[in-house]
């Protein structure tokens, strides 16, 4: 069992005890619905077959259809799954949307092949699940590596077998059924998170220093919200290492940079920072905006920030909770933090079904509504019980779980 599988059923398990949960329902909520595994092989360009191992996991499905990324990656393993699409879980119904959790992924590194191995490798995972996914079954969504052009092939494979069903995945063009809003919707949620914690100590946005770990899909809009906000975004970073700037970096310009040359490292701008070091540089806001598992028990008693608002699912352990708690720097946990990705492609699934769109104002009011209300939720569970917000998080998020399923009958 990987750490951050291990670190998942640990939360579950806390707040099952917080509770009073019997261990028969404990077991359930940990317990995954279903897991799908295939060893899909395509064509390359070359002639060859290459096999590649997927997985699709859905953890729960009693307040709605499953929900939850694809993400290609070579590390995917069905432990990182697993505990991606349990975090799904009390994500979505930590902020009231009609959905279950699950998660997918294929152990691949995109980098490694072409658009038209890439188109296939999707269409044949699709056509490998198309009879567990559809809008009132599982709804994929990008992830790690995935995208819209992705999300496309999988609504166009599935449609072979239906018929024109946009609804099947979220995040799709926006042309092709997608939402307004959506591309940008995790990395603002970050940020509309970001601003509630910093309005509980009577400071703002504009007024605090910012340190991001990843510049993708998530980081980068992080930082783009946060520069238009005038907050101070000393540094952030990619593969290649990072970039830093005392006085701030100049946003617009970084990503312009970024796209010229297919990473941060070496921009004008700044000055080139490690991926460790970045994680050191003090600052108000401490932004982890890329793969799970940055902090451990060491990493986290030399981060130099007040606090720290998750934008990727799992970079904390929980020996790092601990320090992080034991030195007074307040957590916004992941499943709050980063869930403005799968509120907002709520949005889109209701707009499929409709067939009716909304504008992209309407779509980040009720991003930002959503969003505070959930952490006014944590906020409130955290303080009456005196527990980590995370800690609050998973209860909120497993009392609705719970309390849906013995409803409806086990």
């Not at 499929?352 to 505070?372: A, G, H, M, P, V």
Request: glycine share 10%; aromatic share 8%.
């Amino acid at each position: 069992m990987t750490n951050e599988l291990e670190a998942t059923k640990g939360y579950i398990k806390k707040a099952s005890k917080i509770l009073g949960l019997n261990e028969r329902i404990e077991k359930m909520m940990i317990t995954p619905y279903r897991v799908f595994r295939a060893e899909v092989s395509i064509e390359l360009d070359n002639g060859n077959v290459r096999t590649f191992s997927a997985y699709r996991v859905q953890h729960n499905k009693s307040l709605g259809p499953m929900k939850g990324g694809l993400r290609f990656h070579p590390e995917v393993d069905l432990d990182e799954v697993e505990s991606l699409a349990s975090l799904m879980t009390w994500k979505t119904a930590l902020c009231h949307l009609p959905f279950g959790g699950a998660k997918g992924g294929i152990c691949c590194d995109p980098k490694e092949l072409s658009t038209n191995e890439l188109e296939r490798l999707s269409k044949a995972f699709t056509e490998r699940m198309k009879e567990i996914i559809g809008p009132q079954i599982d709804i994929p969504a990008p992830d790690v590596n995935t995208n819209a052009q992705i999300m496309a092939w999988i609504m166009s494979e599935y449609s072979k077998y239906y018929g024109f069903t946009p609804s099947v995945v979220t995040g799709k063009p926006v042309f092709l059924h997608g939402s307004e809003g959506r591309e940008e919707a995790t990395g603002l949620g970050v940020v509309i998170i970001a601003k509630e914690l910093l309005e509980l100590h009577n400071e703002s946005i504009s007024g605090s220093s910012f340190v991001i770990q990843g510049f993708g899909n998530v980081g980068y809009f992080a930082a783009e919200h946060l520069y238009s906000r005038k907050g101070t975004v000393l540094a952030v970073s990619d593969e290649s290492g990072g970039t830093f700037n005392k006085m701030g970096l100049d946003i617009p310009e970084l990503k312009k940079y970024s796209l010229k040359n297919g990473n941060v490292s070496g921009f004008p701008g700044g000055t080139d920072i490690s991926n460790h070091d970045l994680l050191h540089i003090p600052c108000d806001v401490l932004i982890p905006a890329a793969l799970g598992g940055v902090f451990d028990e060491q990493k986290a008693k030399d981060v130099q920030c007040r606090y720290i608002v998750e934008g990727a699912n799992g970079p904390s352990s929980p020996a790092a909770d601990e320090i992080f708690h034991s030195r007074n720097i307040l957590v916004a946990p992941d499943i709050l933090a980063n869930a403005g990705g799968v509120t907002v492609s709520y949005f889109e699934w209701v707009q499929n079904i409709q067939q009716f769109s909304w504008d992209r104002e309407k779509i980040l009011q009720q991003e930002e509504l959503y969003l505070t209300r959930a952490f006014e939720r944590v906020h409130k569970v955290s303080k009456s019980k005196n527990c980590l917000m995370r800690e609050a998080a998973f209860m909120i998020g497993l009392e609705r779980v719970a309390k849906a399923q013995l409803t409806l009958g086990l």
